[in-house]
């Protein structure tokens, strides 16, 4: 429930390419609003001070703390989730990736990861295995290591790479 | 935790973001990149009235070179500098030292002007902009007021800024290709905050130091750069054994390092007298390849 007094904001943005308007506390955070207010909970609140990337959501192509901003600050953007539908194909590659080689546990850590890793993989098509971990440092796993993370991401890398020669 | 509550407003211009800070002062805070601001609403250990994002604020993340200035406006996302060519060609230690900046999702949305304005002693661009004797530009309704960064840092998350004032954006001199610059900093994880730092600019004629600045991060309360340091490696070519060591011991002799956290003084001292020595060694000798650590 909200207090009466509590101040709220119209906005209207696109979310995972369907157009959303909502009404939003102005201090609710983009991922409880999409959690609580649009049910995608594939993006998990960990930490909540910026320290944990289990928050990532994309925000005009741009990968963000879900929890270091307001649900008010994407009016009139474009918000992706790893729930779309309309996955990039090296999501598509990260998620094959991370299912074969077991690159996750509990699973909190991985929406955060994937598209971290997702926009690493935009921009450098050939990472090392030190750009993966420099790229993934602000992502904590708790349960699997990092070991496992880091192949898959040069996995799908590989992948995609294959795949443009060919 | 969640934000207590605030209000929110969102201006569409500079002038009307100074018109509001104005009116709220310090009862409103600016929300740039929010990467320090909502971390510090979430733990309840900032609890401003007024919220005045200044997102929408049209030309305050521009990056551009004029004559031998390059201008970073207030609001330029740490990725946008990062990438910049303008940036690694005008002002390469900016680069080099963004690496170091927290970690990809945060640098999409941290600015410059916050880094800045929060003044947090271990972070890396307010020792950059001592080290490269920028200018910062602080806007109010009253109109603009340019302050040498040496003197815009006052203590501990202490700047000049009033409170009425926007970081509107930075000057910094082009570096001319007689300059060199190094950093190199000491973090227990990749993109956390430094337990120490060291950034060095250095201008050279005939293979002689001519000019030299340099100041730490991590260590004192506030960057400042380090005179005492400077002087001993003028006058003669860049990496000398013996300049290095009177560098090393007047670093020693100068720093006040930050006391009372979980890192021993004593440590921190320890960690820039190794940091600068190698910052130092690699400038004189370059390595290619970018990262050599
Ligand atoms: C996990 C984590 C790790 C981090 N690691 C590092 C690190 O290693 N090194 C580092 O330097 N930083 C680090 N940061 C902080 C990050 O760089 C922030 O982006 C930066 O310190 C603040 O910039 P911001 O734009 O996010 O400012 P905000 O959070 O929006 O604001 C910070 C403060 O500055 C004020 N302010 C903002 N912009 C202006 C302006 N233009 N004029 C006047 N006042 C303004 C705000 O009112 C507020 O008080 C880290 C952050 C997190 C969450
Ligand atoms: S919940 Fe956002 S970074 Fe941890
Ligand atoms: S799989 Fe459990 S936190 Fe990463």
Known sequence: ?166 | MKPPRFDYLRPQTLAEALELLDRHGGDAAILAGGQSLMPMLNLRVAQPAVLIDINAVPELDRIGRSGDRLSLGGRARHNDVFRSAEVAQAAPLLTVALEHVAHEAIRNRGTLGGSLALADPAAELPACMVCLDAEIVAASVKGERRIPAGAFFQGLYTTTLEPNEILARVDVPAAGTDWRFGFDEVARRRGDFAMAGVAVAVREESKAVAECRISLLGVEMSPRRMEAVEMCLLDAPLGTAANIVAAQSALRDTLEPIEGSEIPPEYRIQIARELLARVIRAMAAPVSGKRTH
């Open chain 1, 1 to 166: 429930m909200m207090a009466s007094d509590e101040p709220t904001a119209e906005i209207s943005c696109t979310v995972n390419g369907q157009p959303v308007r909502a009404h939003v506390p102005v201090r609710q955070s983009l991922v409880d609003f999409v959690r609580h207010g649009l049910g995608l909970t594939g993006s998990h609140v960990g930490c909540e001070h910026g320290v944990c990337g289990a928050c990532h959501a994309v925000v005009d192509g741009r990968v963000v703390r879900g929890c270091l901003m307001l649900a008010v600050q994407v009016d009139g953007r474009t918000v992706t989730t790893i729930e779309t539908d309309q996955p990039t194909a090296q999501m598509r590659a990260l998620q094959d990736a991370f299912f074969e080689r077991a690159a996750l546990q509990c699973g909190f850590c991985t929406p955060g990861m994937i598209l971290q890793a997702s926009e690493l993989l935009t921009r450098t098509a050939a990472p090392t295995r030190a750009e993966i971990r420099d790229a993934l440092s602000g992502n904590y796993c708790r349960c699997t290591g990092y070991h496992a993370i880091v192949d898959a991401v040069e996995t799908a890398a590989a992948r995609l790479r294959d795949k443009a020669a060919a």
